[in-house]
């Protein structure tokens, strides 16, 4: 006999469910903030950290996709030295994972490796906070206000962050476009 369900765990039945849906996306998400090395470890955390806490999600609140991405974000922020390290070694143009190149794609690679290595520059001097919210809604693809809620912060503040970063990176790219000329 199965026990009785209760309203104070919404994801008890659904948790594998989550998990397959999500499990990927939040890997990449990881992957692409901290490298595979570590985006395995915080992937499946973030889903350890969710089970365990999976009795206090809100249904009311929406979508799981920015809770998870919440968690997530809270154990990428644990990793910012290996973060800040990545980014370095893009600035650097060091492009790690990268296969062989096929030859008629080099210059345009060349073109944006070089306008990776001033954004990937620029990512690191934002604050942890500001890149938070941009990476969610540029690689996560979360709203602003999806953002907020996964962060748990006010939705003005994460717009004012986003506006913070987004003129960081607009800068980044406009000194790229100045060095070509």
């Not at 693809?141 to 970063?165: C, D, F, K, N």
């Amino acid at each position: 006999m199965a026990p009785p369900e209760t309203d104070a765990d919404p994801l008890q039945d659904r948790f594998a469910d989550v998990f397959d849906r999500h499990y990927e996306h939040i890997y990449a998400y990881a992957a692409r903030r901290l490298g595979p090395d570590l985006a395995e470890d915080v992937a499946s955390e973030t889903f350890l950290v969710a089970y365990d806490r999976r009795a206090g999600f809100d249904p009311a609140r929406g979508d799981v996709r920015p809770w998870l991405y919440g968690i997530a974000s809270n154990l990428i922020m644990r990793h910012s030295r290996a973060e800040a390290r990545r980014y370095k070694a893009y600035a650097r143009g060091a492009e790690p994972d990268t296969g062989p190149d096929e030859a008629e794609l080099v210059p345009g690679r060349v073109d944006a490796g070089s306008a990776r290595a001033g954004l990937a520059a620029a990512l690191n001097r934002l604050s942890l906070a500001d890149r938070d919210v941009l990476l969610l809604v540029a690689w996560a693809g979360l709203t602003q206000a999806e953002a907020a809620v996964a962060l748990g912060i006010p939705q003005g503040t994460a717009r004012s962050r986003l506006h913070r970063a987004r003129q960081e990176m607009r800068k980044a790219l406009d000194s790229d476009t100045e060095m070509e000329r």
